[in-house]
Every structure is written in structure tokens, then in C-alpha cells.
T-cell receptor, first 113, second 116 residues
Framework: GQQLNQSPQSMFIQEGEDVSMNCTSSSIFNTWLWYKQEPGEGPVLLIA?????ELTSNGRLTAQFGITRKDSFLNISASIPSDVGIYFC?????????????FGQGTILTVHP | GAVVSQHPSRVICKSGTSVKIECRSL??????MFWYRQFPKQSLMLMAT?????????EQGVEKDKFLINHASLTLSTLTVTSAHPEDSSFYICSAVRDYPTVGQYFGPGTRLTVT
């Protein structure tokens, strides 16, 4: 089946630093989504990408949908302590923001004040 | 808007018993809901697609007789773990698809199941 490879697995950074994480796939996805999950909670959608090459921002977050439709990255600028959590990429075969999601392995982000 | 709840948030049961987990869309109707399970420090794995008024569609490797799904109304899907064993201990998360006023998929807060 489809798999998403997400890296890095974990990051330990200082407050104020920028963060970058990415996902690659062996097959094409028509929608890429980025989620944040906090301990004991369900994932919360951060950014949705629908077009190859699309670059979308949400506050300090910026994500891009790769031209090949097989990769995506998420950047967080000027990190703050509340950015701590697990970040997941997810892909959808359809061109919508809903449906059967394939998740990456997650990136655990720790921000030191 | 677009709130999804799960009940219970945590449950501990003895091996061999059955446990029911509820997923509710509180302020919208959802003809489609999804059930995922997540082991500690791992990703979410889709278990099944729950469709209101019809049988659930299970992913490969998920036992339909062990994980019973019932989507009896447009706001409620239930997952019953039958004859639970310790290896079923996991974090179970549902998501619900909203069609109106805007389309989107929203996750519940999850249910932590511990089988002793």
C-alpha cells in the first residue's frame, strides 16, 4: 500500500528557531495535509494543499505541495514553546480534504524556552 | 463549529470482555466517519470507513468480527472491540466528514483503551 516517509523523526530546538520537516511518497497524492497532535488528543488540521507547486501559509506555518505530487514540506518560523507536539503529514488520493488518509510517521517537536 | 466527541476518553477493561467506543459529530451530520488506531509514538493507521446506513469497509488486515462498527445515525458511529486482549490496547481515534456548509474532515479527541 501507499506509504509516506516523514523526516526528521524528532527535533529539539530553541525558541525562536525555524523548523522544517518533509514527507515523501512512493506514489502520487492529489492532496497533502499537515496536522498537529498534542498528547492525548486527536490531530488538528494546520494546512491543506490541493495543487502541485502550491505554497500556502497559516500564520508562522508555511507548507508546499511538491511539483511531482510525491512530496511536501512544512516550515515553522520563529518557534514558540506552544509549538511542541507531533506533526504529521497526510496524503489523500482524491483532490479533497477528506477521505481515507495515509499518515506519515510523525515528527516530534520539542522547543526549549 | 465542526466538533467531534468520543466517549469514553479512557477505558480499562479485562481481557476477554468487549468495549464500545462512541464517536459523535456534535454540530453537523456525517454520513462518513473513519476509525483509526494509534500505538504509542506511532502514526495513525486507518482501520475502517464507517458509512451511515450501510456496512463498514475495513482495511486489509483488520478483523471485522473483532472490531464491530455501527453507524446507526448521521451523528453517531460506534466501534466495539470484542473479546479484547492486551494487544488491542491502543489509542482509538475517529474522524467525521462534514458536507455542509463547507466540506472537511474533523478528528475526535481519541479514546485510550487499556486491556489488562
Amino acid at each position: 500500500g501507499q506509504q509516506l516517509n516523514q523526516s526528521p523523526q524528532s527535533m529539539f530546538i530553541q525558541e525562536g528557531e525555524d523548523v522544517s520537516m518533509n514527507c515523501t511518497s512512493s506514489s502520487i497524492f492529489n492532496t497533502w495535509l499537515w496536522y498537529k497532535q498534542e498528547p492525548g488528543e486527536g490531530p488538528v488540521l494546520l494546512i491543506a494543499l490541493y495543487k502541485a507547486g502550491e505554497l500556502t501559509s497559516n500564520g508562522r506555518l508555511t507548507a508546499q505541495f511538491g511539483i511531482t505530487r510525491k512530496d511536501s514540506f512544512l516550515n515553522i518560523s520563529a518557534s514558540i514553546p506552544s509549538d511542541v507536539g507531533i506533526y504529521f503529514c497526510a496524503g489523500l488520493a482524491g483532490g479533497t480534504s477528506y477521505g481515507k488518509l495515509t499518515f506519515g510517521q510523525g515528527t516530534i517537536l520539542t522547543v526549549h524556552p | 463549529g465542526a466538533v467531534v466527541s468520543q466517549h469514553p476518553s479512557r477505558v480499562i477493561c479485562k481481557s476477554g470482555t468487549s468495549v464500545k467506543i462512541e464517536c459523535r459529530s456534535l454540530d453537523f451530520q456525517a454520513t462518513t466517519m473513519f476509525w483509526y488506531r494509534q500505538f504509542p509514538k506511532q502514526s495513525l493507521m486507518l482501520m475502517a470507513t464507517s458509512n451511515e446506513g450501510s456496512k463498514a469497509t475495513y482495511e486489509q488486515g483488520v478483523e471485522k468480527d473483532k472490531f464491530l462498527i455501527n453507524h446507526a445515525s448521521l451523528t453517531l458511529s460506534t466501534l466495539t472491540v470484542t473479546s479484547a486482549h492486551p494487544e488491542d490496547s491502543s489509542f482509538y481515534i475517529c474522524s467525521a466528514v462534514r458536507d455542509y456548509p463547507t466540506v472537511g474532515q474533523y478528528f475526535g479527541p481519541g479514546t485510550r483503551l487499556t486491556v489488562t
